[in-house]
């Protein structure tokens, strides 16, 4: 079985700022996929970004990037230049690829992520 | 297209009680889940399904059933509610994008047990 870890319950940033929000997850999988999530107060559950396990590349999405260190299994994302609107809970979460494509996902207990005016 | 809908939003149901969560998705979707969310906790897996008439556990099943018709709905059942199934509730559809599945969540449904 996966498990996700993600070790800062809560963290509060200047609005412009820079902050980093940490994931490590542990697996014996070689095939996978990881994922941040964002979760504002509304309750909707919306993608921000997609990382291949495969891929060497860390995936990008214009303000949000990660570091996917494979070897360390960890998996963090940056935001750059931060917004009013990025305060919620970040998820991240595994999913391991199956044949059958029966992939659901494992989630960490999630950062309360707070931006400051 | 509506996406995934979840019905209702907010329930309170009695110790005891049966209920059933709907879902539905206009898009086509093959796979479709359902998750929990309780304070504290990220999203855990009840129930999926792979296609009509196909479904699986997922790592918290218990006091939960599910069936797939049609390709469009897949509802949750709670046969007898107890207060530990008080949470928040989404469903999830989901096609696949370079081998992997990227979910379309619903908005959730928020359900007491009392």
């Known amino acids: 079985a996966q498990t996700v870890t993600q070790s800062q319950p809560e963290m509060s940033v200047q609005e412009a700022e820079t902050v980093t929000l940490s994931c490590t997850y542990d697996?014996?999988?070689?095939?996978?996929?990881l994922f941040w999530y964002k979760q504002p107060p509304s309750r909707q559950m919306i993608l921000v970004i997609r990382?291949?396990?495969?891929?060497?590349q860390n995936a990008t999405e214009n303000r949000f990037s990660v570091n996917f260190q494979k070897a360390a299994k960890s998996f963090s994302l940056k935001i750059s230049d931060s917004q009013l609107g990025d305060t919620a809970m970040y998820f991240c979460?595994?999913?391991?690829?199956?044949?059958?494509?029966?992939?659901?996902?494992?989630f960490g207990k999630g950062t309360h992520l707070i931006i400051q005016p | 297209n509506a996406g995934v809908t979840q019905t209702p939003k907010f329930q309170v149901l009695k110790t005891g009680q049966s209920m059933t969560l709907q879902c539905a998705q206009d898009?086509?979707?093959?796979?479709m889940s359902w998750y929990r969310q309780d304070p504290g906790m990220g999203l855990r897996l009840i129930h999926y399904?792979?296609?009509?008439?196909?479904?699986d556990q997922g790592e918290v099943p218990n006091g939960y059933n599910v069936s797939r018709s049609t390709t469009e709905d897949f509802p949750l059942r709670l046969l007898s509610a107890a207060p530990s199934q008080t949470s928040v509730y989404f469903c999830?559809?989901?096609?696949?994008?370079?081998?992997?599945?990227?979910?379309?969540f619903g908005a959730g449904s928020r359900l007491t047990v009392l």
């Open positions: 399904s792979v296609g009509a008439g196909i479904t």
């Open positions: 697996t014996s999988e070689s095939n996978y996929y």
């Open positions: 999830a559809s989901s096609y696949r994008i370079s081998g992997a599945n990227v979910l379309t």
């Open positions: 979460a595994f999913m391991k690829v199956t044949g059958g494509g029966a992939d659901g996902l494992t």
């Open positions: 898009m086509n979707h093959e796979y």
């Open positions: 990382q291949e396990a495969y891929k060497q």
